[in-house]
T-cell receptor, first 115, second 115 residues
Framework: DAGVIQSPRHEVTEMGQEVTLRCKPI?????LFWYRQTMMRGLELLIY??????IDDSGMPEDRFSAKMPNASFSTLKIQPSEPRDSAVYFC????WGPGDSPLHFGNGTRLTVT | AQTVTQSQPEMSVQEAETVTLSCTYD???????LFWYKQPPSRQMILVIR??????QNATENRFSVNFQKAAKSFSLKISDSQLGDAAMYFC????????????FGQGTRLTINP
């Protein structure tokens, strides 16, 4: 079990650029979550998928953010155009069933800095 | 909407002693899950312990135990025989029993272990 794999670990970009964060969930997990962590707002759920289908994207801050899960082993979170206030640590997490019924496994996160 | 509050931004304890981290939550639901997650400097989120609200017995995992007071909506974490490796941010989290799979996190408590 390699765990949830996120890339890149760090990303520094300039305002206005497109940023793509990547996630490979644990094989066999049906749920995938994207969280954002900031000092001011803590951990916020952005979106989650069940069997590759987006279920709840109410946490996505605005249209500049989009997430996809083209197959069971890969998801992306894209920010276009990026802004300095998007600077945060972005976590991907997966679980076998819902996170109450089975543990939620987090990746190591991507630290995004937008200058 | 559910909220989770951790009133202690920082705590410290001497190695080998016991420390209790506080968490309160607000919900109108009767069935739900509660969790404590640990985030060491490596940034990875690690599940420490979970509690189902319908269970009266407090959950324990080795040196970690909880004091779940449903009526008071309180869910504290006790760490016994504190070790240097316990130093981390600790997050309390809530999840509804059914329906939405999202975890709602508190703001976290930074725990320092003094040798």
């Amino acid at each position: 079990d390699a765990g949830v794999i996120q890339s890149p670990r760090h990303e520094v970009t300039e305002m206005g650029q497109e940023v793509t964060l990547r996630c490979k969930p644990i094989s066999g997990h049906d749920y995938l979550f994207w969280y954002r962590q900031t000092m001011m707002r803590g951990l916020e759920l952005l979106i989650y998928f069940n069997n590759n289908v987006p279920i709840d994207d109410s946490g996505m801050p605005e249209d500049r953010f989009s997430a996809k899960m083209p197959n069971a082993s890969f998801s992306t979170l894209k920010i276009q155009p990026s802004e300095p206030r998007d600077s945060a640590v972005y976590f991907c997490a997966s679980s076998l069933w819902g996170p109450g019924d089975s543990p939620l496994h987090f990746g190591n996160g991507t630290r995004l800095t937008v200058t | 909407a559910q909220t989770v509050t951790q009133s202690q931004p920082e705590m410290s304890v001497q190695e080998a002693e016991t420390v209790t981290l506080s968490c309160t939550y607000d919900t109108s639901e009767s069935d739900y899950y509660l969790f404590w997650y640990k985030q060491p400097p490596s940034r990875q989120m690690i599940l420490v312990i979970r509690q189902e609200a319908y269970k009266q017995q407090n959950a324990t995992e080795n040196r970690f135990s909880v004091n779940f007071q449903k009526a008071a909506k309180s869910f504290s974490l006790k760490i016994s025989d504190s070790q240097l490796g316990d130093a981390a941010m600790y997050f309390c989290a809530y999840r509804s029993w059914g329906g939405a799979q999202k975890l709602v996190f508190g703001q976290g408590t930074r725990l320092t272990i003094n040798p």
